[in-house]
């Protein structure tokens, strides 16, 4: 993944919402994900301005989640690792990937 940090977490600091942005030379786009936690399992859903996307194989250990956004029949792999109230996040998707910070959303 890329992140070498240590600490530790309990899996339902990772419910509730969180955002970033991504930067491109088409503009910015904010992205929301809303993740529930049930033991070491991960649910929810990616809300993109072209659309919702269902989360899916979503796992936790520690401090740690992977999971899947599937849209349509794309699939983008997620890694992340949360550190104090953030989300450090990679993607992966048909080899090209990259890196977000994602935020909580606070009520």
Known sequence: MG???????DSKNF???WSST???TQGNVEVVYQFQ????????AAFLPIGT???SQGTISGNTISFIILMNDIR???TGYYLRDQLLMST???????QLIFNRVKD
């Open 3 to 9: 992140f070498n940090l240590t600490g530790s977490s």
């Open 15 to 17: 419910d509730g919402a």
């Open 22 to 24: 991504i930067y491109s």
């Open 37 to 44: 936690v049930e033991g070491g399992n991960l649910t929810g």
């Open 53 to 55: 996307f269902p989360i």
């Open 76 to 78: 983008i792999f997620h």
């Open 92 to 98: 992966n998707y048909q080899g090209n990937s990259g």
